[in-house]
């Protein structure tokens, strides 16, 4: 009982990361009706970014999170959406996907040439010492990487449901037209979207690079699954991409634990056929009409 404990709250730990980097690819869909397939070179980015003011400014490891964070959400946020999405999104919305696709590798290869192929230690945020939890051993890094996280979602579900601007976003996501008429800054609501994604990304990028170690392919394996959970959660629900994630987490190391880690990559992408094939709309997404 104790091992499945352990082993219940890592996966939930590693799921509820998943999950920030996957309500990203919720806020951008809802935001430009569009996939950004850069969203896990978004989530890799920003551990170099520490890592540039620790080595090459000198700035103590705090620090270097705080310039990690405005960077990460001007240039993933703000140039993101002023220079490719606001141009390319009037011709389309394969065009901008194409595009994001285009950004992704242009960012892993510039981290490739700028910081060298080989994985660079990352400073964690907390000290991993196990502690005893209900005579399981769990790490202290995962309870408070889960505890942090399910309090983002919580602190943004809130904003976006109990405040003026949250709900503004919300009206602009459903039917811009009719939002602009009642008065919403629809430009403004969209800017907030593309830079609470970056902060978000940039979040997920410090709690989980301790693990992983800042390497340039950090971002296919973390935006893959971040995609994969988004739409076995429900592609247009926030907390489709949270409930996507946590169920990731959990799976991938419970067949590690008690089946075989040998496939648990292809884990992800069964579990994703399988919901396409029950459930199109995700376990808890809206199904959404087309005219045509």
Not at 23 to 43: C, D, H, K, M, S
Not at 101 to 114: D, Q
Request: net charge positive; glycine share 10%.
């Amino acid at each position: 009982m104790s091992q499945f404990l352990q082993v219940l709250l890592s996966g939930l730990a590693t799921g509820a990361v998943y999950a920030l980097v996957a309500i990203g690819f919720t806020l951008v869909w809802q935001a430009a009706q569009t996939v950004n397939f850069a969203q896990g070179e978004f989530v890799m980015v920003p551990a170099f970014f520490v890592l540039i003011g620790m080595h090459w400014l000198g700035l103590s490891f705090w620090i270097s999170l705080l310039f990690g964070l405005v960077v990460s959400i001007v240039l993933l946020g703000l140039v993101f959406k002023k220079l490719i999405v606001e141009p390319i999104l009037p011709h389309g919305g394969i065009t901008l996907i194409i595009a994001t696709m285009a950004l992704g590798i242009l960012l892993k290869e510039s981290a490739k040439e700028f910081y060298g192929a080989e994985a660079q230690p990352f400073p964690a945020l907390f000290p991993g010492d196990p502690i005893n939890l209900f005579g399981a051993a769990v790490s202290l890094r995962d309870l408070l990487n889960l505890g942090i996280s399910l309090g983002v979602v919580v602190l943004l579900t809130l904003f976006l449901n109990r405040t003026r601007t949250g709900r503004c976003m919300q009206a602009t996501a459903q039917n811009p037209g009719v939002a602009e008429i009642l008065g919403v800054d629809v430009k403004r609501m969209v800017l907030y979207t593309f830079l609470i994604n970056a902060a978000l990304a940039a979040l997920a990028s410090f709690l989980i690079t301790p693990v992983y170690l800042a390497k340039f392919s950090n971002g296919e394996t973390l935006g893959l699954i971040a995609f994969i959970a988004a739409i076995v959660g429900g592609f247009n629900q926030i907390r489709g991409a949270l409930v996507g994630g946590l169920l990731i987490g959990v799976l991938d190391n419970l067949t590690a634990t008690y089946v075989t880690a040998q496939y648990r990559a292809a884990l992800p992408l069964v579990l994703l056929i399988a919901i396409i094939l029950v459930r199109p709309q995700g376990l808890v997404g809206t199904s959404e009409g087309r005219a045509v």
